[in-house]
């Protein structure tokens, strides 16, 4: 017995000094095995890991270009997000006021959220409570086209319906603030519909049946109920939209006039920082100031839509609290 002993460690032993590449091999073979539990590990590892890697060097990229602005054309920080004069081209002490575009964004946005918000959550309501068997059927591919319309095609029915009626009915050109969020409204229905559908879906029946059980009607439910219990889903819902409209261009771009000036009312022409960038990047020269403010314009775009995930990350978190 104590001789097999010996000898197992001394096979062990000797078998230990070719375990490296006996390991190395069987790992490649694993990975090279289509039924590898190993392969597939490995690839869902460097899929997250690539995501990191390229949101990180995404901001990275952009919080260095964007600080050029600041380091290398020693722009005042202040004086750039709070100035309302735009005249990059300007011979003679150009300015560099970003302050009416981080408004036009935050307008259109907003605006196009008052618009889109009673839409889509009526027709969630429709989808979830009301007719939760055809309506679906009916809505639901009604909402994959209006996901899948490209950008273009909601900026040229704003460009030839939206803006003559709101040039007939109110005067001026009919490029203006209001025009651009109807048409931003337009395109995030999908969006603040879908999610606020899934969020009324998943409010327990049991608060329905107490509802029911103590003489509510079914608009009472919905209302007292349903609504109060996904409350901070919905909300997620409206936030996600306004982040999908806050990036918005191309459809922007064609109905809001880009004006560099700060609108006095809903009916002026405005721009967007998505616009600015759009319409003058292509007339620069890297590493001009004009360039640099640019891309300090990205880095403020890319700020604000960092605070919208921040929101709807807390709102997503009060909601399991809940």
């Known amino acids: 017995m104590i001789k097999n002993r010996i000898t197992s460690?001394?096979?062990?032993?000797?078998?230990?000094?070719?375990?490296?590449?006996?390991?190395?091999?069987?790992f490649f073979a694993r990975l090279t095995d289509r039924r590898s539990e190993s392969r597939g590990k490995a690839l869902i590892y460097c899929s997250a890991l690539l995501m990191i890697i390229a949101v990180t060097a995404i901001t990275l990229f952009l919080t260095l270009q964007g600080l050029r602005s600041f380091v290398v054309d020693h722009l005042?920080?202040?004086?750039?997000?709070?100035?309302?004069?735009?005249?990059?081209d300007r011979a003679n002490n150009p300015s560099f006021g970003a302050f009416p575009f981080i408004f036009g964004s935050l307008a259109v946005t907003f605006l196009a959220a008052l618009i889109a918000t009673p839409i889509a959550i009526g027709t969630a309501i429709f989808?979830?409570?009301?007719?939760?068997?055809?309506?679906?059927?009916?809505?639901?591919?009604?909402?994959?086209?209006?996901?899948?319309?490209?950008?273009?095609?909601?900026?040229?029915i704003g460009l030839s319906i939206v803006a003559p009626f709101m040039r007939q009915h109110f005067g001026g050109s009919g490029f203006n603030l209001i025009t651009g969020a109807i048409v931003v409204g337009v395109m995030i229905l999908p969006t603040v519909a879908s999610i606020a559908a899934d969020s009324i879906r998943a409010v327990p029946d049991s608060l329905r049946q107490a509802s029911y059980a103590i003489g509510a009607t079914k608009w009472q439910t919905i209302w007292r109920v349903v609504i109060p219990a996904s409350g901070s889903s919905l909300i997620t819902?409206?936030?996600?939209?306004?982040?999908?409209?806050?990036?918005?261009?191309?459809?922007?771009?064609?109905?809001?006039?880009?004006?560099?000036?700060?609108?006095?009312?809903?009916?002026?022409?405005?721009a967007t920082l998505t616009t600015i960038i759009t319409l003058s990047m292509g007339h620069t020269t890297t590493g001009s100031v004009l360039n640099d403010v640019l891309w300090s314009l990205g880095l403020i775009l890319l700020l604000i839509s960092y605070v919208f995930i921040v929101i709807v990350r807390y709102l997503a978190k009060r909601g399991e609290v809940r």
């Open 9 to 26: 460690n001394a096979g062990s032993a000797l078998g230990g000094g070719r375990s490296p590449l006996i390991n190395e091999k069987n």
């Open 76 to 88: 005042n920080l202040w004086t750039f997000i709070t100035g309302t004069e735009w005249y990059p």
């Open 127 to 156: 989808m979830a409570e009301i007719a939760q068997k055809w309506g679906t059927k009916i809505m639901q591919p009604v909402i994959e086209i209006l996901v899948g319309i490209p950008s273009v095609v909601y900026g040229l």
């Open 237 to 270: 819902a409206i936030v996600l939209g306004m982040s999908r409209a806050f990036g918005e261009a191309l459809a922007v771009q064609m109905v809001i006039g880009n004006a560099r000036n700060l609108p006095g009312s809903i009916l002026d022409p405005a």
